[in-house]
């Protein structure tokens, strides 16, 4: 491990973090806000970050200076800058919640911070109303930085990492594989950041003309476009008419979608029935929409007088769910239990790779039904060579082997926190959806975390296991599993 090569780069992300939180602290200038510490906060949050941030490359320097060691950052240590950066990040963004009086526990506000910086959404917090607009912003803007900000910081801050940017990228991107934008890693970044930023500033304006204010169309926005979940409401979207749902809907369906194919779409006249995880990921909302509007009517006893209702609860609770944005607009906790069951499976499946959603990622899924066929067709024709193919590409053999291995890796992390969650006294319903909508960065589960409940109540300790699996989730497993191997951490 090159140790020295690290902090350079974790120090230059923590003042690119400085930078964000001038802005809340800008906000908090603006307004007087009595109840709560807010400008103190944000000073402290600032002074705090800066001088680590600092002492990092003044120390990095130093030790340079004093060493023949070479700078040159290879995956292990791309895996150590984003494992620590985001842990770090997590810890820092934490402190307006504790010095403003919102979060006064160190966990509470370390798992809102955590849940923000991952696009999870789930919240601690039980009276968001009152909290003053700064709070409420940085709250969202975590979202922001999150979703592709991060990625896109990480990279485009570090073009003379050479190869080392390059692994940073593969780390932080969503899936197994993104599809070529440029040849370099730092320009993909850029574009990606200026299609993620586009598409954000169009909903910004279309949630405003709808009826929203402007600061609660900013905030949704970061929420939606990050698949984060965190709304300036109690009741979430639930607050919002049908035509705000229906917008929201769209833009998070948008958002669950494989960046890259706005590029090729934009530049090369690419359609995106011609991507194999796109016709999957439509499928399989349309199955559900389908299967929640008719358990729906079912459970009616199919009066048609609230039909209308009736569709637009499930497509919305359909794509929330898979794109893991976690916006809430009715208690699904009421419907059927295959209801729930199916809603479980969505949080599984999660968005598309190279989206900001969580979970598993539907080319994931896609190629590990695939390769299931193969072994079963395999298995009378043990000779028959089968390739297996994605959009027309053929899937090598490493690529399998990594579905599989990360399949194996996020169901066994999902189980710790199942036993865990037991054994902090918590109901297996509780602990079995909580540990899923932890790790696929969902936001609402089912029992004491449902739609309508909070994290609040949770034991601290399941906490702890929560926030750090919402950061194994959002680093795609291996990030933060290589941190427990004694291997990792020696020198070469």
Known sequence: MNYRGTLKPIGMFLLVLVGSLLVPLLLSLYEDQSEYPTRLAFFVALG???AIGAALLLFARIWAAGSDDSEQLHRKEGMFIVAVGWIVAGILSAIPYVVAGVLPSWIDAVFESVSGFTTTGASVITEIEI??????????MTHL??????IVLFVAILPALGVGGKFLYKIEATGPSVSGIHPKAVDTARTLWLIYMGITVIEILVLWAAGMTFFDAVCHAFGTMATGGFSTKNNSIAAYGTHIQLILTFFMFVAGVNFSLYYQAWRKRFMFWKDSEFRLYLLIITVAFVAF?????????WDLSNFGI????????????ITTTGFGTVDF????????????ALMFVGGCAGSTGGGMKVVRVLITMRWVWKQIEKSFRPKAVLPLRVSGQTIDREI?????????????WILSGVLLMLACNHDMITSITASISAAANVGPALGMVGPTENWALLHPIAKVWMTLLMLVGRLEVLAISVLVLPGFWRRY
């Open 400 to 412: 399998e082997e990594s579905v599989i291995g990360y399949m194996l890796l996020f169901m066994l």
């Open 131 to 140: 909290l003053p607009r700064s709070i409420l912003l940085w709250r969202s």
């Open 48 to 50: 705090v970050t800066t």
């Open 333 to 344: 906790e009421q419907w059927t239990l295959l209801a729930q069951g199916a809603i479980v």
């Open 310 to 321: 009736v569709l637009r609860d499930s497509i919305f609770t359909t794509v929330t769910i």
């Open 145 to 150: 930085l999150g979703g592709m900000g991060i």
């Open 293 to 301: 509007s008719t358990n729906l009517l079912h459970q009616q006893s």
